[in-house]
């Protein structure tokens, strides 16, 4: 019986992602079908690639709200930048500027001593402006046919997205568990003062995660404006809060220390199964935006008391 206890409560998040697919399928005979999973699947790869990064810093003992925003101009950097330097090194150029970005946001918390809230969102506005004025606050369209086979492309049948997200999560799952580089970052989220005085640079810890965020941001801003052919300063509202909520649904701890990728990713499998429930269900858009709040209060708030009773016991 302990046993049983002690597996329900470690996959919790699994099991409430297999009880909405249940209760899903009894619902809409259309849920279960390969089209709505592959749709899901694709629909999650966007959050699921940024939570990559963000599972990095949370672990951390951060969070990074210019996700969003780093999202949405490095995808206006690939798209105008091609026609003058072509589609690759647009894509780096894209790519480069966001872990630029997140080497800023990185100083100004480690270095700074600036906290991750306050210096995050402060850059979000920062990097919001700066693709709007790039933009002139209009979606750009890519002329490039090529550039949108990224987004839109399949290997074998499966969708390059699913493809890049698998990818992604193993080598984040790789670093986290096998490196002493994901060692330190466990270390330096559960108790910083102890992590400093076993000889670990914080600092450097600090920064490589919000670089790490930044690359994964910037690699979704890049496939989501490939798969839309359309590069928008507005494509990354919301996005950071989505990724964290994911992210801490799936268990991975907000005071950091705790969590894992694969953890992070079911998270984000939960998110976007719900907002695809809710779709299915011809439930408003403006009404999902606050069942979805409710839903992560109820999770989280159901975790936090669990825990609770483990201490107490």
């Not at 480690?110 to 210096?119: E, P, T, Y």
């Not at 996005?239 to 990713?265: E, N, R």
Request: with cysteine; glycine share 12%.
């Amino acid at each position: 019986m302990l046993i049983i206890k002690k597996i329900i409560r470690e996959q919790k998040p699994l099991i409430v992602l297999l009880a909405i697919i249940i209760v899903m399928s009894i619902a809409s005979s259309f849920f279960l079908t390969i089209d709505n999973i592959t749709n899901i699947l694709i629909q999650a790869s966007i959050y699921g690639i940024m939570a990559c990064g963000m599972t990095f810093a949370i672990i951390g003992g951060d969070f990074d709200l210019s996700v969003g925003s780093i999202m949405a101009l490095s995808g206006l950097i690939s798209v105008l930048a091609e026609p003058y330097i072509g589609q690759i090194f647009s894509i780096m150029m894209g790519i480069l500027s966001a872990c630029l970005l997140g080497l800023v946001n990185g100083f100004l918390i480690a270095k700074c001593h600036i906290s991750s809230f306050i210096a995050t969102i402060g850059t979000s506005y920062i990097i919001k402006g700066i693709a709007l004025k790039i933009s002139d606050g209009n979606p750009i369209i890519s002329k490039n046919s090529w550039y949108a086979e990224i987004g839109n492309g399949k290997l074998f049948g499966i969708p390059f997205l699913i493809l890049l997200l698998i990818a992604l999560v193993l080598i984040t799952w790789y670093i986290l568990t096998s490196t002493r580089f994901g060692r330190n970052i466990y270390t330096m989220g559960g108790n910083s003062e102890v992590a400093h005085n076993s000889g670990i640079n914080i600092a450097f810890y600090k920064i490589s995660v919000f670089i790490l965020s930044g690359l994964a941001a910037g690699i979704a801003g890049i496939l989501n404006s490939s798969k839309l052919n359309t590069a928008s300063a507005l494509q990354g509202d919301n996005a950071a809060l989505s990724v964290i909520t994911g992210v801490v649904i799936g268990g991975t701890s907000l005071i950091g220390g705790v969590g894992s990728i694969g953890k992070s990713i079911i998270g984000i499998l939960i998110f976007s199964v719900i907002t695809n429930a809710l779709d299915l269900l011809g439930v408003f858009s403006y009404y999902q935006t606050a069942i979805r709040g409710i839903l992560l209060i109820l999770i989280i708030g159901l975790g936090a008391w669990s825990r609770a009773k483990i201490k107490s016991e």
